[in-house]
Structures are given as C-alpha cells and as structure tokens.
C-alpha cells in the first residue's frame, strides 16, 4: 500500500492544485461516493495510532481532494481509521474542489457531513462565526495536542479562543532553484535583500530569467505581497492588514510595494498572461533562475525524468535588514479537518468523529497522506521523518524555525476583498503598473476594503 | 445548383396546410409528404359554422399550449429578474434567513448601485469598457468582415464547399474549446505560444531576416508581448472571439443572400451599376431584415461575452467583463451575491435596449 502510493505520487507527479482547477473554471459537480467495503492492509502504524478498536458507530466524512493522487491517500488514512475500529463505518464523500469552495456557505448550512476538509486561520474563522462548526477543545486537550507548536495552534483557534480545527497538512512558500545550475554559475545563497538582488542582476547578465512568475490566476502574485511584508513590517501588521485592523493607505504597507517595485526589474516579464505551470517549466528548462512558490516541486515531480525532481532545492526568502527578520515569519498554508455542527447526524456521530479527528492530527496519519503527497508535509511533530523525501525533510527545518506563520493572503482575509475581481485585480494592475501613483493607488485598494463593510 | 434554380426553389415558398385550407390538396405536388394524409377538410374551423373558429377542446389545448411556455418563461426569466432586482438592494450573502439581520438580507438601498457608479469598485468601469470596446469591434470590424466573405463566398468561385467550411468551422466550436486554442496563439513565452513562438523564430533563427537592420531587432521585441496579459489584453482576446464571430456573420448573410431575387441584380446590371453600387444601393437595402438580425446578434454576443474572458485568465484584470464580475461577486467563494445582482441588473437593462429596438422593428414590418 505505501510503496503503491508512492509510486502513485511519483508517476501522476503530485495532485493538481485546487488552484489549477479553479483555472479551469470547471462548474460541476464531480461528487463521488466511496463505500469502503474492503480493508485494505495499511501502514501498522497508521493503525496502531487509530486506537484502541472499542469504537462503533457510523461517521461521514467530507472533503474537496477530489484527485486521483490525494482522493487515493486520504481513503488509505480512512482505512487504516477503520482495520483499527472494525465497529466504525466510514462514508467519505469527495466533492469535486472548485465546487466545494464556491459553494462552502450552502454546503456547510445545509447537510454537511460529519467531519469536513477546510482551510485554517481568517478562512475558518468566518466560518466559525456562522456556527457552522463544534469547537473540539477536548480533542485537542488529547494527547493529540502536545504534537503542535504554537503557530499551528493560533491558526486552528476560532476568534472566541475555542480550538475548531486539527491540522492536516502544510507546506511552505520559499524560493526553488535547481542547484546543478548554480553550481554550474558559482552562485550562492542570498540570505539579505541586497545579496538577493545583485545575484538576480548577475542571473540576468548570465541569460537567464531571475525569478519567474506566472500570474494568470491571480493568486501567485499574493504570494510575493505576503512575504515581503512580512520582512519589511512583520507578522502583527501583515495580519492586522489582512483582518483591516491597519490600513492599506499607511505608509508602512507604501514601503512594502516600494520594495517590490525595486524587485520587479528581475521579474519575468508578461507575468499576467502566463500560468504558474508554464513559469514552472522555465525553471525545469534551466532558463529561469528562481521562483517563490511551492507548487513548482508538483510540476518537477510531474516531471518524465525523476532526475529533475532530485534536482530542485528551495531556500527561505533572504532578510531585509529590519527588526522582524528574527521572526522567520512565512506562508504555509494549512489544511486541516473540522467538526461540521449542522450534519444531520452531528449528537450520534459526535464520539466516532473526534476519535477520527485526534487520529487525523497524528503523524502516522499524516504520513500515510503526505507520502504521496509529495509536496506536503505532516504539521504533527511526531511524523516519522526517516519517510521523508529530503524537499520534506527540509520544509520542516523551514517551518519549524518560524515563529510565526501565516495562511496566504487568500486565506488571511475577507474572501471577497481576495477574489478574482478584488485583491487578485489590484496586484495584476501593480505589476503591469509599477511605476503608478502607490498613494492614489493605495487609496483605491482601502476604499474598496471599506465598501465591503467587513 | 445554377442561379436560376436557385430561385426557382426559393420563389415558391411551401406552406404545410395551404392546400387543406383551401380545398386544393389534390393538385399539390408530391413531396409534400405527410402533410397529404393530414385530413384538414375536417378540422373544426372549415366546417360550416365558420364563426365557431376553436372549440372548447382546442381552446383548451392552445391555452396549455400557449400557457405553459409562457409560465416557464414568466416564473423562470421575469420571475428571476425581479428576484436579482430584488437582491440588488441588499447585501444578501446567499446564506442565513431572507427577512434580515444579522448574516441574512439586509436593505441597503442603492448601496450597491452607488458603488459602482463612484469608482469604489474599479472593476466595474473597466468592464463597461471592455465590453463597449467588444460591441465596437464586433459591430465595426468583424461583422463588416463576415459581410464580405458572405458576398465574396455568393459568387462563382471554384471550391466554394471547402472556404464555406473553413469559415464555419469556429462556429461549431464551443467558445471553451476556442478559448483554449487561442492560449496556445498567446502564451507569452516562445516555446509555449505560437505567435511568440513564430517571431522568436524569424528574430533569431531565419538567417536573413535576423541580421536585417530594424526588422530583426523588431521580431525580436514583439516576441516578448504577453498578449492576454498586457494592458490592451481586451484587444487579442475580441479577436479571438471575432474568428467565430465573423464565419456566424458569414453564414447567416449567405443565407440571405441565397434568397435574393437576381432580377434585381440583373436590373441593376443593365441600368449599368458596377459591383460596389450593386451591392450598397441594391442588395444592402433589399437585405434590411437580415441586417436588423445581424445587429441585434452581434450586441447579444458582445453583451453576454463570457467564455473566452473567464477561460483565458478568470476574467481578472485585465479582462474584466461585466458577466465575469457577476460570476466572481456571486458564485465564486466570494458571497457578495446582492452586489453581483446589481451588476446583473445594468446588464440586464443594458441588453434589453437591443431587444426591445429588434422586436419593435421586426413587429412594425409585419404590420405592413
């Protein structure tokens, strides 16, 4: 089982991003039912951290994974729930991606399933708000919760300081290179700004692309904002920001898109009308020499030649020389499992439910979904680390350095200030407009945050 | 098919119940087919109380017949639109109760209308613009040019078959599938777009023309254009749409053109009218209701614009379309269901102009 999801991982090279289906534009729902009849012999360990087997009852689970690659390691993680419950009955219903996040508001209000997939921090708690979802305090009063730092607890805890969500997976957004290409150049690894932009002046000199992007869905380019406002003003701004606590008119948010301005010479040009996967490919090619965005590793994995994917490294965006460098802050974006409040079967299910969501934050659980996920990692500091591929490996290092961690714009604010024809718009106009009015501009950005009234 | 057999066939027009209305049915020819066997010497309506039009069986049978489509479209199209009026002035976000408070639906006036109009949503007026510019360059270049080919493909011209196919092929294409292959023109690298793609080649590659002074330097420029995504994006993009565009034109002028009497052709040749006079004094004028339908086409098709916006990049900036900002507003996982519907409601107003101006046209030439 765990050599076929690999090997599943390998070949397919990773799931499609929710991302990329939402490029796709597909309205419909792809929604399957999967009645797992067959117990299929998975990781010991997996079942081991499953518990103790005096369980029955029935539980739902739903979830928007709806790839072959991920839809298949989630069912590997169900049934390992269940060789460790025998008295449990496991219906997972696989919604198709797109239509579950357009349609999150109905789905959740009307008859969710017990245990649903969502996303953490500003994201979840909108939805916490709503009531659709039970706090699960005592499952994190497990020992469930000793395997979390800090930050993936504050991105799991509702605004009243109940716990809502178990982390799932994570993974985080630094700056991919191919290392035989900078052997091959002498290049070294920036760690500040300045060190940052002269290897980009020099990548230039050499022929190659500085740091790629490919903005044509809208979010890659919110990816860049994050981070180099969390260098420039840290993590208490960037989130203040998000949540419209600090204004998108103050002088500090100006500085941040001054800094951008100064990085966009080494940006690869007509960002706006290229897909990630294309700018990905100019990475694969040797003809770009950076890029920010873990999604490059699925297209490297994608790739015929498995030599490409042990050819890709990955390092922190470098310091700006301020105060909040210390803080190590990052996007890493955490998907994780909630407890629906409106399921039809909410009070019969409820034990069953939390004994699967403390198993979902193990990191045996985990593991059995991030091997053939190979871009994520397990958020559960007790996963074994040994399965790690070294991308992994290293994700964790990054990750656990970080004192703070953030969610990515999207997920860190109102989702109707992020959308298509909101956020997303204003960063293509930057980009294609650096050298635009920042205040006049700046001014447009808070006003239409204030007309949402949120 | 010659000219004259052409018209031949078109200047005896075949009414189905024609020749049972007025008792002729055995002189009709024979390839009328069922319609022979169909006894209209005994409807209700030809037999001796004339006045007694219906009887109540068919009075009863219109109503549903008539009644049921215009329920469907009463509830299903006006009922919407007043609904989506209705939303318009308040900030429903499609989930909580309908009668207000809290998450529900809350009035808030013009609000949203507001909004719009004053810029606080930038978005809104750069749609108007785009798909004004889409109206323009349909209306004023695409449509002239499937005129034309209408004109150019009604004339003797050896393998007609297979130009009437290559320019009808787009429009059996779904707008999706069009909207994909013109990625694969636009990407904006040379090893993924093609027109990128072809300019790279001629700007580094084609021995000659590289090295020649201005022109290569240019090829190589132009290479660099990322074309969906560059400011004037809107510009490619109603190309693309004009591709399909013009082969509907094209098409549906044919059609008229194939009905055209050639006396009046002929006339105008013998009263010595070169081609140009012929067709803009003469067959122009004659084809006026083939033109209303033509303009009232093209102002639904650019009003609707939606496909290829929404394929190419989401209907993001700097795409946006008064449709893809409905969609991104309403049903998307942005929930500002009330705004979208304000927006719905102009587009709505704006597109019933055109129709209201076509049904008054067409209705008034049937009156005469």
Same mark, same amino acid.
Request: hydrophobic share 45%; aromatic share 12%; with cysteine.
């Given at each position: ?115 649903? +997939? ?5 994201? *979840? ?39 809502? *969500? ?55 380019? *919110? ?102 460098? +210390? ?73 656990? +350095? ?53 | ?17 024609? %020749?049972?209305? %007025? ?15 169909? &006894?209209?010497?005994?409807? #209700? ?19 549903? @017949? ?5 329920? /469907?479209?009463? $509830? ?6 007043? $609904? ?13 109760? @309908? ?44 449509? &002239? /040019?499937?005129?034309?080919?209408? !004109? ?13 196919? $290559?320019?009808? $092929? #787009? !429009? ?34 084609? &021995? ?22 560059? #400011?004037?994006? /809107? ?51 004659? @084809? ?37 900002? /409905? ?17 719905? !409601?102009?587009?709505?107003?704006? %597109?019933?102009? &055109?129709? !209201? ?12």
């Amino acid at each position: 089982m765990d050599d076929q999801a690999k090997r599943a991982g390998l070949l397919s090279g990773g799931p499609v991003t929710r991302r990329e289906v939402l490029k796709a534009g597909v309205i419909g729902v792809a929604g399957l039912t999967v009645l797992p009849t067959v117990l299929a012999a998975c990781s010991s360990a997996a079942t081991t951290a499953a518990g103790g087997g005096g369980l029955s009852g029935k539980l739902t689970v739903g979830n928007n994974l709806s790839d072959a690659v991920p839809k298949k390691a989630l069912q590997d993680v169900v049934n390992a729930f269940q060789t460790a419950n025998p008295g449990v009955t496991v219906t997972v219903n696989t919604i198709d991606h797109t239509t579950y996040q357009n349609q999150i508001s109905s789905y959740l209000g009307a008859t969710p399933e017990d245990v649903v +997939a969502w996303f953490s921090g500003f994201r *979840m708690r909108a939805f916490v708000a709503q009531n659709f979802f039970t706090p699960i305090d005592d499952v994190w009063a497990g020992p469930m919760g000793k395997l979390y730092t800090d930050a993936y607890k504050t991105a799991c805890t509702g605004s009243d300081g109940k716990m809502y *969500m178990v982390p799932f997976d994570t993974y985080a957004w630094t700056v991919y290179y191919r290392p035989s290409v900078w052997t091959a150049k002498g290049y070294a690894i920036p760690t500040t700004l300045a060190d940052f932009k002269t290897l980009a002046a020099k990548m230039q000199t050499d022929g190659l692309v500085p740091i790629g992007l490919g903005d044509k869905d809208g979010w890659p380019a *919110m990816g860049h904002f994050d981070i180099i406002n969390l260098r420039e003003n840290g993590y208490q701004y960037h989130v203040d920001l998000m949540a419209g606590k600090n204004k998108w008119t103050d002088a500090k948010t100006a500085q941040v898109f001054t800094v951008w301005k100064s990085l966009l010479p080494f940006y690869q040009t007509g960002a706006a009308g290229r897909l990630w996967q294309d700018a990905s490919a100019g990475l694969l090619a040797k003809t770009t020499g950076m890029m920010l965005q873990p999604q490059v590793a699925e297209s490297f994995a994608a790739s015929k030649d498995p030599a490409d994917l042990a050819d890709l490294d990955f390092f922190p965006w470098p310091n700006h020389g301020t105060q909040w460098d +210390a803080e190590k802050a990052l996007d890493a974006p955490i998907d994780g499992y909630m407890l629906s409040a409106k399921s039809p079967n909410a009070a019969a299910d409820a034990t069953v439910a939390k004994a699967f969501l403390a198993f979902l934050g193990t990191g045996a659980a985990q593991l059995v979904y991030a091997k053939a996920e190979v871009t994520d990692i397990c958020p559960a500091n007790d996963a074994d680390q040994s399965q790690y591929t070294a991308l992994q490996k290293k994700q964790v290092t990054i990750i656990s +350095a970080a004192q703070k961690l953030t969610q990515f714009m999207d997920r860190d604010t109102n989702p109707n200030f992020a959308g298509a024809n909101g956020m997303q718009g204003f960063l293509i106009d930057f980009l294609a407009n650096p050298d635009q009015d920042l205040t006049a501009y700046l001014a447009k950005i808070q006003k239409f945050w204030d007309s949402l009234g949120a | 098919m010659s000219r004259a057999d052409r018209s031949a066939a078109s200047a005896t027009p075949v009414q189905p119940g024609e %020749s049972g209305l %007025s008792g002729v049915a055995a002189k009709s020819p024979p390839s009328r087919g069922r319609f022979d066997r169909f &006894p209209f010497n005994r409807l #209700p309506f030809i037999g001796r109380q004339r006045w007694h039009l219906l009887t109540r069986r068919d009075k009863a049978v219109l109503a549903l @017949m008539v009644g049921i489509p215009l329920a /469907i479209d009463v $509830v299903l199209i006006w009922g919407s639109l007043i $609904v989506d009026l209705l939303w318009s002035f308040t900030d429903w976000r499609g989930v909580g109760d @309908m009668t207000g408070g809290g998450l529900g639906h809350r009035f808030v006036g013009l609000t949203n209308y507001t909004q719009l109009f004053d810029g606080t949503y930038p978005f809104f007026w750069s749609a108007v613009l785009h798909n004004i510019f889409w109206l323009g360059f349909l209306m004023f270049v695409a449509t &002239p /040019i499937g005129i034309l080919l209408a !004109v150019i493909l009604d004339g003797q011209i050896k393998g007609m078959a297979f130009y009437r196919t $290559v320019f009808y $092929v #787009p !429009v059996v294409l779904s707008l999706a599938l069009i909207g994909i292959i013109w990625q694969l023109q636009y990407a904006p690298d040379w090893n993924r777009g093609f027109i990128d793609g072809t300019l790279h080649f001629f700007g580094y590659d084609v &021995p000659v023309v590289k090295d020649l002074p201005l022109v290569g330097q240019w090829f190589r420029d132009v290479s660099r254009t990322d074309w969906v995504g560059g #400011p004037l994006a /809107i510009v490619p993009t109603v190309i693309a749409a004009s591709w399909r565009h013009v082969g509907y034109i094209c098409i549906l002028y044919l059609a008229g053109l194939k009905s055209f009497d050639p006396a009046l052709r002929e006339a105008a040749a013998l009263d010595g009218a070169n081609a140009r006079q012929t067709f803009f004094r003469v067959v122009f004028p004659v @084809m006026k209701p083939i033109n209303i339908v033509i303009v009232v086409i093209t102002t639904i098709e650019a009003l609707r614009a939606f496909d290829l916006a929404y394929i190419t990049n989401g209907g993001r900036s700097p795409l946006e379309l008064l449709s893809t900002l /409905i969609t991104n507003n309403s049903i998307s996982e942005s929930d500002r269901i009330g705004f979208g519907a304000a927006i719905a !409601v102009i587009l709505a107003v704006v %597109s019933l102009v &055109p129709i !209201v101006g076509f049904l008054t046209v067409t209705t008034r030439g049937d009156e005469q």
